[in-house]
């Protein structure tokens, strides 16, 4: 510990400099061991000596600011996504976004399909009592709810006519990639056409994507993380080359409760076959509340693609116990909100969302329209312009919707209704998933991943949001047995 100034000494220039310290005179003789100071032992050297050697204060200021400067814009941020990759330098305000997809080229044509709902009675039962739901929400508010509503906006969806646009007059046309030999990654892969390209995500739920039934090896996973990364720092923004690399250091930004093996893999991968000088890793909660400038205690509610992630921070650490991952996010919001709008005749009849344009057009209706504002919930009218590849002309339709734009995102409250409309997984071979194995205790054979009581708690059904007597939920908080 360092002593506290003397009053009397309150003119000298006591642990006034960085080179008065002796962790800040190591760092920096580590920093620039060939620089003019001496060797990489000059700290030792001059903790040993009664006289250290002077640097000229100017001199020594100017060579820490360049120091830290330099750390900082050769510091590089990664955070991996199911859907983006966010990756910036550590002086970025906002970091870039960009898909994280690779289009790979196919021999042949593959046909493709939506998925349906697998119980449409359950479905309905569901639907049923989310409608309930949004009408006592309405009640209790005191908003007027329309009677009749539904009947009018199918009624006008029906009967809706396209106007047709033709393609110089089409500001936003979209330039579909149909054939090529190349790979694509990032926004231009998802331009690509999976009748002609095979779409790869290397990224899921946290980890990486090993069940997905494009790969057929872990390392060709391995390969395409390496080339998407490689592909965003080739872009204008960062400009940084494989030749490079070493001189860069990256901060690696991983789930709450992650997976060692995703974590060691995704080290070495940068690391050794990247080539960067050094790897940091920090948890997402912890550095969206750096990134939001919170320093007191919080939640942080994460709503990914494909997850959603809650954990709280207290003093700069994730507390592991609060910490909960949802296996569902904004793409089964995507999914639901389209199929709401189908069901009330909306004017798309072939709507197909595992195409890159009808998947396009349902993100957009559902970041344009979905709301959990009470007064924005009426019958309203708006439009969209629906693009097909292949047709030149685009055709511009009116469509009118009610409760769809509330009842979608309240499925995160009923989740139970998101399961029915995932797509079935295909049978296949568990090849690349056994050649990622989760992380063993070496002696126990046991999962030593980051455990969390109450994501273990919603798997045995015991939060107390499941409770609804205060008896239950006290005998809860004291531990105290049921009767």
Known sequence: PLLLINQKNYSSDYLKKDDQIFAMRERKSLRNPNSG??????????ASNATPEVIPEEEDNDDNDDAEGTDDLNTIVIHPGS??????????????????CIAIPRATENSVRSPQIREPSEFDGLKSAIQQDFKERMRYYKRKVIPN?????????????????????DLHRVEWIQNGSNQFYGEEATRCLPSHFTLRYPFARGSFNVESPYYRSFQELLGDVQSLLEYCLKQEKFDVTKQQFANYKIVLVIPDLYDK??????????????GFQAVAIIQESLATTYGAGISNSTCVVDIGATSTK?????????????????DYGGDDITRLFSQFLLQSKFPYDDWDLSTPHGWMLAESLKKEFTTFQD???????YNFIKRTPGEADAQKYEFKVFDEV?????????????????????QQEHYVANQFPRSKDVYTLRDNNPRSISQRECHENKTYCDMTRDLDILQKILNLPDE
């Not at 859907?83 to 994280?100: E, M, R, Y």
């Not at 969806?157 to 033709?166: A, G, R, W």
């Not at 809650?310 to 949802?326: F, H, P, R, Y």
């Not at 007064?375 to 009218?381: E, I, Y």
Request: hydrophobic residues 45%.
């Open 310 to 326: 809650i954990a709280c921070v207290d003093e700069g650490t994730v507390l592991g116990n609060s910490a909960i991952t949802l």
């Open 406 to 426: 509330m009842l979608a995102p309240m499925a995160m409250f009923f989740p139970k209704i998101l399961s029915l409309l995932n797509p079935q997984k295909t």
């Open 261 to 274: 093996n995703y974590v060691e893999t995704f080290i070495h991968l940068l690391l050794v076959q990247m």
């Open 83 to 100: 859907k983006f990759l966010k990756i910036g330098f550590a002086t970025d305000v906002l970091p870039q976004s960009v898909p994280s």
């Open 375 to 381: 007064a924005n919930v009426a019958v309203q009218l």
């Open 149 to 169: 509503a539904h009947d009018a906006v199918i009624n006008f969806n029906s009967k809706v006519e396209p106007e047709l646009i033709h393609e110089h007059n």
């Open 37 to 46: 100071n001496g060797n990489g032992n000059t700290g030792n050297n001059a």
